[in-house]
Antibody, heavy 120, light 108 residues
Framework: EVQLVESGGGLVQPGGSLRLSCAAS????????MSWVRQAPGKGLEWVSL????????YYADSAKGRFTLSRDNSKNTVYLQMNSLRVDDTAVYYCAKGGWGSYWYFDFWGRGTQVTVSS | EIVLTQSPGTLSLSPGERATLSCRASQSVSNSYLAWYQQKPGQAPRLLIYGASSRATGIPDRFSGSGSGTDFTLTISRLEPEDFAVYYCQQYGTSPRTFGQGTKVEIK
């Protein structure tokens, strides 16, 4: 059974940093791209970042470029999202999601999410 | 950026009725790379459909997807109580990959 468990969310002041983690199990982790998708309170879904299975390539939404860094440790079946220079509009539930079969870019399994709140 | 517009915003139906949800793209979605997700309150999204019409593993056959180009549809043939939720479409053929704003299916 595929499981994705996020951690690392919390309350941080504007300009601060957080590192989110996503521990995966139940599939061959290194064979799949992984993404983070966020959902602001009462809003829809926004893709944030993706890393391919080998870790060799990463992709970012414009809203995350230059501030967020996505990495993975295939020996630990874990992806990490380092978020710096956080802004109030980064407040959201952050979901870890597994890339689908045949394409990185749709998401066939999701974690339960971790709340990030940016506020002074 | 491809903008996805979902309609209606809210659909009020009774269990057993048919639900038809629309997702219209501002430009053609390449290779029909269109997915549908279901989200219930306080839960993560769940993949229903990918490639416009392929059902994800474990998804009941009352859910079906169709369409190509700029117009896509998710149909729920007979609503079950557990189907009342918010549904999102996503295009994943063109960067940046984008989601629609969602359609809420509520109990009438």
């Amino acid at each position: 059974e595929v499981q994705l468990v996020e951690s690392g969310g919390g309350l941080v002041q504007p300009g601060g940093s957080l590192r989110l983690s996503c521990a995966a199990s139940g599939f061959t982790f290194s064979s799949y791209a992984m993404s983070w998708v966020r959902q602001a309170p009462g809003k829809g879904l926004e893709w944030v970042s993706l890393i391919v299975g080998s870790g060799a390539s990463t992709y970012y939404a414009d809203s995350a470029k230059g501030r967020f860094t996505l990495s993975r440790d295939n020996s630990k079946n874990t992806v990490y999202l380092q978020m710096n220079s956080l802004r109030v509009d980064d407040t959201a539930v952050y979901y870890c999601a597994k890339g689908g079969w045949g394409s990185y870019w749709y998401f066939d399994f999701w974690g339960r999410g971790t709340q990030v709140t940016v506020s002074s | 950026e491809i903008v996805l517009t979902q309609s209606p915003g809210t659909l009020s139906l009774s269990p057993g009725e048919r639900a038809t949800l629309s997702c219209r793209a501002s430009q053609s979605v390449s290779n029909s790379y269109l997915a549908w997700y279901q989200q219930k309150p306080g839960q993560a999204p769940r993949l229903l459909i990918y490639g416009a019409s392929s059902r994800a593993t474990g998804i009941p056959d009352r859910f079906s997807g169709s369409g190509s180009g700029t117009d896509f549809t998710l149909t729920i043939s007979r609503l079950e109580p557990e189907d009342f939720a918010v549904y999102y479409c996503q295009q994943y053929g063109t960067s940046p990959r984008t989601f629609g704003q969602g359609t809420k299916v509520e109990i009438k």
